[in-house]
């Protein structure tokens, strides 16, 4: 029995990687499709998300049956209980990817980003393919030093965050009424995800550490 | 032993019904902070959003010591799943009247929503302070009709959503930036919480049903 449900704890984690791989790549093409307005691209990522739900309902179901069929207790229910929880937030987060394509997708052949902020928004695709990128290595991995690194990230995407608000409402802003709110949305969309990032982050360092404070941060 | 975990599932209902009134009296006060520039108001919501953070807290460790003590099966397992679930939605939505409250607070003394707007945004309070009560009466009753109500307030405020879009991209929109960006973003608030109650809806569907169509939609 213990062998069989070591193996299944083993395919949840990597079902979780697989998982935040495919946000990863939504969240990457999405901000592709974003600065560059590509359609296609924006197409796909509205797609794919589908898949990353379908994802998600999979894991849930098998989360429940490891429960009712194993009765896990300590470390391997805690194990299993945070799956349930990252895999809601994974979701959340292709969820966020798919509203970034969405706007590409609606300003086309446009670029719904003025040009006064390609330089801000081309920085917070970077840290949200980097935050993407690095969740999947830290389901991969469990390595503690790449969950700060998810921590530093999200302090820069808050950042820029804010440097959107800054421009939006600075003396020199000329963009559209729709330029405005693209900006507004776009710009709560990778704030968003960055959080959930965090919320991933440590729920991880929880597991690794046992310490709840961090998880109730 | 099964008399003491009935008791406890009794519990857990309650408390979530419990942490569902909280959300209710927050969003109801948020939006009218909002509405009348109320600062005071604005500043209490902010403040007991830490009491419902607490309160999922709490209600998260009794669950997982559930899990872990009585390893339920069938009904009563879906039933501290779905509770695990619905206080982590319950906490956003929380979240979500505080995000309200904030930028009431923000532009005090002024009233955030401009004048033009002030009716679409009386009605999306309305319908998101019915969502709040509707929602602690079906953690309370289980009764599935307002259930169904819940997703035609959601419609509504969907609905009242897209009004706002319409208002800020039309051609008769004279706000300035900080307005446009507040009625956007106040807008997307409003609208996330109607389907986090939504989503809450669906569950207890599910729970009352066993139909997981229902809460996979």
């Not at 207790?73 to 937030?89: F, G, H, K, P």
């Not at 840290?127 to 469990?142: K, N, P, Q, S």
Request: aromatic share 4%; with cysteine; hydrophobic share 45%.
């Amino acid at each position: 029995m213990r062998h069989i449900f070591d193996a299944e704890l083993t395919q949840l984690g990597q079902d979780l990687a697989a998982m935040s791989r495919r946000v990863e790549h939504a969240v990457t093409s999405a901000g592709t499709a974003l600065l560059t307005a590509d359609l296609q691209l924006a197409e796909s990522v509205i797609a794919d998300d589908l898949a990353i739900d379908a994802i998600e309902r999979d894991l849930d179901e098998r989360c429940v049956l490891l429960l009712a069929q194993q009765a896990p207790v300590a470390t391997d229910l805690r194990v299993v209980v945070s799956s349930l929880r990252m895999s809601a937030t994974l979701e959340r987060m292709g969820d966020l990817a798919r509203h970034v394509a969405e706007v590409a997708r609606g300003r086309y052949p446009r670029v719904a980003i003025p040009q006064s902020l390609t330089g801000t928004f081309a920085e917070m695709h970077d840290a949200a393919a980097r935050v993407g990128r690095r969740t999947t290595t830290l389901l991969t991995t469990h390595d503690l030093a790449v969950a700060e690194k998810i921590e530093r990230d999200d302090d820069l995407l808050d950042e820029l965050h804010r440097d959107t608000f800054n421009a939006t409402l600075g003396p020199s802003w000329d963009g559209t009424a729709q330029e405005t709110v693209d900006v507004t949305l776009v710009g709560r969309y990778y704030e968003r995800f960055g959080d959930h990032a965090v919320s991933i982050a440590r729920r991880v360092t929880y597991l690794v550490t046992g310490d709840s404070e961090v998880a109730a941060r």
